[in-house]
Structure formats: structure tokens, C-alpha cells
Nanobody
Framework: QLQASGGGLVQAGDSLRLSCAAS????????LGWFRQRPGKEREFVVSMSRFGSSVRYADSVKGRFTISGDNAKNTAYLQMNSLKPDDTAVYYC????????????????WGQGTLVTVSS
């Protein structure tokens, strides 16, 4: 029901925009989140946005560099990633939750398949 795309191989300092397209659910009814799993690490919170975008919460590691947005007409969410670092290398997942804004992946019932971002130094 969620399809993440836009990953790829970039160099440090570059930008990348990930997309998360939804089918079968209406984004405006859900809180949206992005999580990532770095090599050898557990899945970690990146950013969460409440319904209608009224509240946004970022992980400290991406604050000021990443921006979440949504287009309800297209039922698509985006993650704009700027000033990428090698430490941002991970599989990125989008997710939707019926609960409010959350950094806990257990609150998210719907998940995309993940898209790989590789940042070279």
C-alpha cells in the first residue's frame, strides 16, 4: 500500500528526494513517518509528520538537512535530503500511522518496502 522510491548512489554533500506513494489509504487520515536502517544497525526514526502537516518531528541527526512534505492530491509523501553524509547510508522506509505523530516504529501499521540510499565520501 506504500511504495517508496528515489534512492540511489550519491556523493557526500549531494541531495536526494525520496517519494512514498500510497494506494488504498488516504494520506490525510494518517500521520506519516520515515525511518531508516543503516548497515548493521536497527531501524531508527528519521522524521514524523502529523495529519495535515500541523506538527513535524525530526531526529537530531537529520534536523536542518532533511525535510518531510506531503501532497494529499497525489497521495504522496516526500523526504528531501540535503547535505547528505556517508552516515546517512541506509535503507529508507516510509510508514503511516493512525495514531498521532510518533517516533516509535511500533505505532506505524503500514510500511513501504524501503529504498536504498548510498552516500559515498
Amino acid at each position: 500500500q506504500l511504495q517508496a522510491s528515489g534512492g540511489g548512489l550519491v556523493q557526500a554533500g549531494d541531495s536526494l528526494r525520496l517519494s512514498c506513494a500510497a494506494s488504498g489509504l488516504t494520506f490525510s487520515r494518517y500521520s506519516l513517518g520515515w525511518f531508516r536502517q543503516r548497515p548493521g544497525k536497527e531501524r531508527e526514526f528519521v522524521v514524523s509528520m502529523s495529519r495535515f502537516g500541523s506538527s513535524v518531528r525530526y531526529a537530531d541527526s537529520v534536523k536542518g538537512r532533511f525535510t518531510i512534505s506531503g501532497d494529499n492530491a497525489k497521495n504522496t509523501a516526500y523526504l528531501q535530503m540535503n547535505s547528505l553524509k556517508p552516515d546517512d547510508t541506509a535503507v529508507y522506509y516510509c510508514a503511516a500511522a493512525q495514531a498521532g505523530i510518533s517516533n516509535d516504529y511500533n505505532d506505524y501499521a503500514y510500511w513501504g518496502q524501503g529504498t536504498l540510499v548510498t552516500v559515498s565520501s
